[in-house]
């Protein structure tokens, strides 16, 4: 077990090291000026969300109350501009740095990613949300979607362009030396000269777990860059994720958390037994990303040739990909038993209906993709007549399945071409009206007549004086089966499917009062042939239609230094055995925020997240899939944290206590079916923002 952990001594020495690599790197930089105007014209907004566009900004621009980057702009312009990009086109739309104060602590939880999280209590481990319209389609390698919460993904990448290096450094830390939690997240970026930016981040996440046989470990590194100029605009990732998660199966017996004064001994949370143990699965993951777009266009006239403004017409774009992933569930817990009928077995085959073949479990599956788009793109407001945006783009890709078989040299291999066509029409500048509308489908390969269609609407109108904002989003999609819900071979599950496509419609909207600081926000979709792992933790498909229903509403009140803000979802599923979700979900954040001398900023709160009963998904080790069970209900229970959250000029910090519900109510803090959350903890971390 040594192999896997990393000492508290080794950690400290990779802190000091990235400490030291900043710092040196800023000296050695900060001896020559970079003046460096980035080039935000061309960033469009946010294409797959509600929030089409930054609601605050907005506001504040057709309000006529100046932003504090506005303000700041007003002296010298902004150190740095962030965005991400659409992995297909290549497209820059806006995003927000990670330099939030507000509920700092609750970034560096499971818990704090949406109202209400399922997770298996550690850090690093698999999570799934218990909101359904939280939740993507699943990826071609499925095993990867459970780890979402931390996968490195290009369309995830900030990317940035820089007047002076900027380096950030994160650090947080709870339990002793036997259940030590730690994560390390450090980013350097800096430009070279005003075209070219480079930057690297380090994820590194160790946490041993608070009950037996449940350690996570991380290893994350990207490498990112982009080049901008009037005629070229190209971006760069390469990214390089390691992930090894220990199974226990969750606890045996949920008296330990719920009544524990039965259990007539005194116990720690590890002493808890677990239905595994020496078991483990490990995921990696290698790809590489490159975008390019020459811009057409031409120069305005000017009197002053330094002045000259290039105005784009139109782009050619060329966007390329590979991903290469493997996944591997092995265990060493191998002891013999005798079962009822005088055979002997492994002790984990046990636990398991089917055993496909007879040594110790050791199933590995790989999959890689090699993807290439070709776009052309005529640029909006080129010219007053030309309101819209237009882009029309080939897309080819070729992915390779390697699994286990039964004959041959025990391997399977099967490769796919898909060839898919499309559009994206927008309409990103004006005031009162912006909307973003995209079509894509497959005419060869194994994605033939798989269909989507998507659009996001947003509108704007003055009411006593304040913008109200009014967002809607629209989707049609027909959608193959994923090759792994097709077929897949392991030792205990073995499955070969002909499912049909999958049909989803999809109508939503979100409104937004500034006045009230309200936001209401409803949806409904309509799903038929919904594939979806049943209670033996199989893959299956209901033909029928399903209807899912959600409104939700977020209300901030304030009066002085006194916060409160609230999160009420409902949720209702026309077949709860298909799509179980809890009907109704909650978060809430009470807290004092204020400031010293001008300096110091504090946020002190308490804040919890709850939901009603339900049949949540169990989670099965062996498919890192989560499943549908009828067995167990969990709910009606807050998961509570007191903290202090500390914002002192470039360095943001937090001092949280986790869990504390059950010092005051009778303990049953399971996220998952058979996985309670962390016991009570304390926990600490720091965020210091280096660009000087």
């Known amino acids: 077990m040594t192999f896997f952990y990393v000492s508290l001594h080794s950690m400290k020495e990779k802190l000091a090291i990235l400490w030291l690599m900043g710092f040196f790197t800023l000296i050695s930089v900060a001896q020559q000026p970079h003046i460096i105007v980035p080039d935000s014209s061309l960033i469009t907004t946010e294409r797959d969300s509600l929030d089409i566009i930054r609601r605050e900004a907005r506001m504040d621009e057709m309000n006529q109350v100046p932003t504090p980057q506005q303000t700041d702009s007003l002296k010298e312009p902004p150190r740095f501009t962030v965005w991400k990009i659409d992995e297909r086109t290549g497209e820059r739309y806006t995003a927000t740095p990670d330099t939030v104060l507000y509920n700092y602590q609750q970034t560096t939880l499971p818990d704090g990613h949406s109202v ?3 997770h298996l209590g550690n850090l690093g481990s698999p999570a799934i949300s218990k909101l359904f319209f939280d939740r993507d389609e699943r990826s071609q390698f499925i095993f990867y979607d459970a780890y979402y919460l931390y996968n490195k993904d290009v369309e995830n990448q900030q990317f940035f362009n820089t007047r002076v290096p900027y380096s950030r450094i994160n650090y947080q830390s709870a339990g002793g030396n036997i259940d030590k939690e730690e994560r390390l997240e450090t980013r350097f970026t800096m430009n070279f000269n005003r075209h070219f ?25 990207t490498v990112y860059s982009n080049y901008l100029s009037d005629r070229i605009e190209a971006h760069a990732f390469i990214g390089q994720t390691s992930m090894t998660n220990f199974e226990n199966g969750g606890i045996t017996d949920s008296l330990f958390i719920t009544n524990p004064e039965l259990i007539e001994q005194n116990f720690s949370s590890r002493d808890i037994p677990t239905r595994m143990r020496n078991t483990w699965n490990r995921m990696k993951t290698n790809q590489f990303y490159l975008s390019a777009r020459y811009n057409l266009g031409y120069n305005e006239p000017s009197l002053v040739p330094e002045n000259k403004k290039f105005v784009p017409v139109a782009s050619l774009i060329f966007t390329t990909r590979y991903k290469q992933q493997e996944r591997r569930f092995l265990s060493y817990d191998t002891a013999r038993v005798t079962l009822p009928d005088g055979n002997a077995a492994y002790a984990i085959d046990t636990l398991y209906r089917n055993n496909y073949y007879p040594s110790a479990v050791d199933d590995s599956t790989r999959y890689s993709t090699f993807k290439n788009t070709a776009a052309l793109s005529m640029r909006e407001g080129f010219r007053d007549w030309v309101k819209f945006g237009l882009t029309v783009f080939v897309e080819h890709e070729t992915r390779n399945f390697d699994l286990l078989d039964t004959i041959g040299d025990g391997r399977y291999q099967y490769k796919e071409q898909a060839t898919t066509i499309g559009g994206i029409l927008s309409k990103q500048q004006g005031d009162f009206l912006r909307f973003n509308a995209r079509a894509d489908l497959g005419v060869l390969g194994a994605n033939l007549g798989e269909f989507k269609a998507e659009a996001d609407v947003e509108t704007s109108v003055k009411i006593a004086g304040r913008l109200t904002t009014l967002t809607g989003q629209a989707y049609i999609k027909n959608i ?41 926000s409803a949806g409904v979709e309509n799903i038929q042939n919904f594939i979806f792992f049943d209670k033996n933790k199989l893959p299956n498909q209901e033909g029928d239609n399903i209807q899912v229903v959600s409104a939700r509403i977020d209300q901030n009140l304030k009066a002085g230094i006194f916060n409160w803000n609230n999160s009420v979802v409902y ?13 109704l979900s909650a978060y809430s954040n009470i807290f004092l925020k204020t400031k010293i001398v001008n300096e110091l900023t504090i946020q002190l709160g308490l804040d919890a997240h709850y939901h009603t009963k339900y049949y949540a998904p169990g989670y099965e080790p062996a498919l890192l899939q989560f499943y549908n069970q009828r067995v167990k209900e969990i709910g009606n229970y807050p998961i509570v944290t007191g903290y202090l959250n500390m914002h002192l000029k470039q360095t943001r910090f937090f001092l949280m206590f986790y869990n504390i519900a059950d010092y005051v109510m009778k303990p049953n803090y399971f996220s998952l079916p058979d996985y309670p959350v962390n016991p009570m903890l304390f926990k600490l971390g720091i965020s210091v923002n280096l660009n000087n």
């Open 116 to 118: 209400v999280m399922g």
């Open 197 to 221: 930016n480079f930057g690297f981040d380090l994820d590194f996440i160790n946490a041993k777990g608070f009950y037996a046989s449940q350690a996570a470990k991380q290893n994350n590194y």
């Open 480 to 520: 193959k089966p994923k090759f792994l819900e097709q077929q897949y071979h392991s030792k205990y599950f073995w499955w070969n499917n002909d499912f049909s496509d999958i049909r989803r419609v999809y109508v939503g909207g979100k409104l937004f009062f500034p006045i009230t600081n309200t936001t209401l």
């Open 571 to 583: 949720q209702t599923s026309t077949n709860e055995e298909v799509i179980p979700v809890p009907q």
